[in-house]
């Protein structure tokens, strides 16, 4: 958060290495959100995709809803650098069903950027499809959202 891009990447290559070695699932997906969070600030799409589909796959396994909504955000960051606009909307509002599934709601910090997606989205699609797309998103089951997800960021 402070823009040592360099040394948050390092810091975190070490954590990754010690979480896998020690087997712990929980703390690899926390360094990959880290990780994606920062290929994010760096626009770095393809760390993004990479980072988000390993931790998608883990965290189908187990289970964890309000972790998956930060993939998805990430994952809708690169569909919006893409140019498409629905594809984004759709994994906003599998995030937002997972926070409320959870029982959490989006952090403060990350609204900036979810806000600036569906500006874009909101410019390009118009409200009526926005909010199509965003309800269908909303509606897909925690392994629907995951498979749309992989499936739809997959190519570069």
Request: proline share 2%; charged share 25%.
């Amino acid at each position: 958060m402070l823009g040592d891009h360099a040394r948050a990447r390092a810091v975190c290559g070490e954590a990754l290495d010690i979480f896998w070695e020690l087997g712990d699932r929980w703390g690899v997906t926390n360094v990959h959100r880290d990780l994606m969070l920062v290929a994010q600030r760096q626009g770095d799409v393809a760390s993004i995709v990479a980072l988000g589909h390993e931790c998608l796959i883990l965290l189908r396994e187990l289970g964890n809803r309000a972790y998956l909504a930060d993939c998805y955000e990430r994952l809708a960051w690169v569909a919006n650098a893409r140019r498409e606009p629905e594809q984004a909307a759709r994994l906003l509002g599998a995030a937002e069903a997972a926070r409320e599934a959870a029982g959490l709601a989006l952090v403060p910090a990350r609204r900036p950027d979810r806000d600036q997606i569906v500006v874009t989205a909101r410019r390009t699609l118009g409200e009526e499809t926005l909010a199509a797309a965003w309800a269908q998103g909303r509606t897909m089951s925690l392994e629907q959202a995951v498979a749309y997800a992989l499936e739809t960021t997959s190519s570069a």
